[in-house]
């Protein structure tokens, strides 16, 4: 039986140096700090990359950037998601997790259970079975982010998407 290797990925994140390293519209670098605070374990930047920074586990979100502010609002508070499963492992250990790859006889996945996420990488005859995500949240979903604050990280995903300048006002968002 293959040993699950367990690889921590908070070794990829370094806590920004927010004043020299960004520069862009106020409501743009209000989102930058907030998506990338070191100090808030569910910060964005602990799953997503945008600008070069963060870790690229869940989904790219310039894909959400020319969404409109309600679009992108809708996918931020989302509470299921196509791209996380539900793992159990013939051990009878599960965790809610992220496929990363698939290679040869050996399949990685990100614990999301786990802040920042760990990669994890196990023999593909070790899994007994994935199916759907029912009870993992988007940490976003519970992070209590105000409407200017989330007004605020969309107008960082714009920016850093494709240079947006106008920003998001909370009002766009009801």
Known sequence: MVKPLIVVASALLAAPAF?????????AKRGYEIFHNAEKASS??????????????GPDLSRLARLNPRGIKIAILATRTQYVQSVRLKSGETFTGMEKSKEGDTIEYYDLGKQPPELRKF?????ASTQDNASWKHPAEGGGYTPQQLADIMSYIRFASYGDTKGVSPEDIE
Do not use: W
Not at 44 to 57: E, I, R, Y
Not at 123 to 127: E, H, Q
């Open 44 to 57: 964005c930047g602990n799953c997503h990359a945008l600008g070069g920074k963060g870790l690229a586990v």
């Open 123 to 127: 023999a593909k005859s070790d899994i």
């Open 19 to 27: 004043a020299q390293e960004f520069s862009g519209p106020p409501a």
